[in-house]
């Protein structure tokens, strides 16, 4: 196989014979061969060692031929590492402990030598760079300071958000400063990802959405922004995904990252009108679309190609994680049905 640096050249906008496609949570349990790690190993266990870690990661490139791979591991392995209990439970997800309420919880907090307690993070990048030899690029990633803080203060997985929006109107100080110290956690976290071999980064902001529109900015995308900037000198393409529609993707279009991600509930064209000028973008297929037949399928995926034409600056993903459920065969179906069509939109570019 060559090298592979699609998804890079689609992200600077250099010309490419077709659009690179990765998708998010590309490595779990919709794959068979995952769940056979999973018989014999749990979640943490898989994240904790270098070994499965790299099995896993490469288990969605072997299978699909991705134009990224994304290292295996789980946004929440920085909470445990500032202090709390991670557990996952069997199908009710994850449990930290205990909640973060009050004062003292964010001052116990335990950010000294934060890099020494995730030291098995950059054990994985390395050997997983190592596998992959330079032939398809690694992206590092984390949680935004927002989304960490969600889990933090809720401790699951949660419908209303009463913790944190608790905190936001009564004590909106403590909540600043969980965000300041995420942050700083967030960028000595990808700092060490990057010096471990990691070729470009992503941000996942899934719960920023929840906040009215007027404070995602105070509450969130300043802390990407932060995250962005911070990480510029570094040389490597930043992605901050955010969920929550048009008008927190374009919160963030005086960020200094390279590529914005996009939501399904987002329409691509408008999404690109607004920020595709200044940025590349990733997205924004529904992934429910990927219980559909496979006709269908094939007119979604032409619906978000043909927003970019011939132009580079677009890398092929969902809109969000992939289902577990979701059949590996639609799954095939959708990178061969993205490759046929953007190499002929590409095509078009040579005549
Ligand atoms: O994209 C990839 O393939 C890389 C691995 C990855 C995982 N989690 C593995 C995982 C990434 C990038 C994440 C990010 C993550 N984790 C986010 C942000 C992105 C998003 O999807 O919103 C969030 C919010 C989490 C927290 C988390 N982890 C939850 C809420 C859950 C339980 C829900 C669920 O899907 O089961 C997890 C578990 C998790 N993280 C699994 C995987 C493969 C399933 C664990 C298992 O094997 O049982």
Redesign the pocket.
């Given at each position: 196989m060559e090298n592979n640096y699609l998804y890079i050249d689609a992200i600077y906008r250099k010309p490419v014979k077709r659009t690179p496609i990765w998708i998010?949570?590309?490595?779990?349990?919709y794959l068979p061969e995952?769940m056979k790690v999973?018989e014999k190993h749990d979640?943490i266990t898989?994240c904790k060692t270098p070994e499965l870690a790299t099995e896993v990661t490469l288990q969605?490139i072997r299978r699909f031929g991705f134009d990224a791979a994304?290292?295996?591991?789980?946004?929440?392995v920085i909470p445990e590492a500032l202090g709390q209990h991670l557990e996952?439970l069997?199908n009710h997800?994850?449990r930290l402990s205990p909640q973060i309420l009050l004062d003292e919880d964010v001052r116990k907090l335990n950010i000294e030598d934060i890099e020494s307690r995730l030291s098995y993070v950059g054990d994985a990048v390395k050997m997983i760079s190592t596998s992959l030899n330079g032939k398809t690029p690694l992206i590092g990633?984390s949680?935004s300071p927002f989304?960490l803080a969600t889990?933090m203060i809720e401790g699951k997985?949660t419908r209303n958000f009463k913790y944190i929006k608790q905190m936001l109107y009564h004590s909106p100080q403590r909540l600043t400063d969980l965000l300041e110290l995420l942050t700083e956690a967030v960028v000595r976290y990808l700092k060490m990802q990057i010096e471990a071999g990691v070729q470009a980064v992503q941000v996942?902001d899934?719960?920023g959405g929840i906040l009215p529109v007027h404070l995602y900015e105070p509450f969130s995308a300043r802390y990407l922004k932060e995250i962005a900037s911070k990480l510029k000198p570094y040389g490597i393409p930043v992605t901050l995904f955010s969920?929550g529609g048009i008008d927190l993707a374009r919160q963030l279009s005086d960020s200094e990252a390279s590529m914005i991600g996009i939501d399904w509930m987002t329409d691509m064209g408008e999404a690109r009108e607004i920020l595709g000028s200044k940025f590349a973008l990733q997205g924004n297929l529904d992934p429910t679309v990927l219980y559909g037949s496979k006709d269908i399928i094939r007119k979604e995926v032409n619906r978000v190609l043909e927003v970019f034409g011939n132009d580079s600056g677009h890398v092929f993903n969902l809109g969000?994680?992939i289902l577990?459920d979701i059949p590996v065969d639609n799954v095939s179906h959708l990178v061969e049905t993205v490759r046929e069509i953007s190499e002929k939109l590409h095509d078009k570019q040579a005549d």
């Open positions: 998010m949570r590309q490595a779990g349990r995952y999973r979640f898989v969605p994304i290292l295996f591991s789980d946004i929440l996952f069997e997800g994850p990633f949680g989304t889990y997985p996942f899934t719960w969920k969000h994680g577990p």
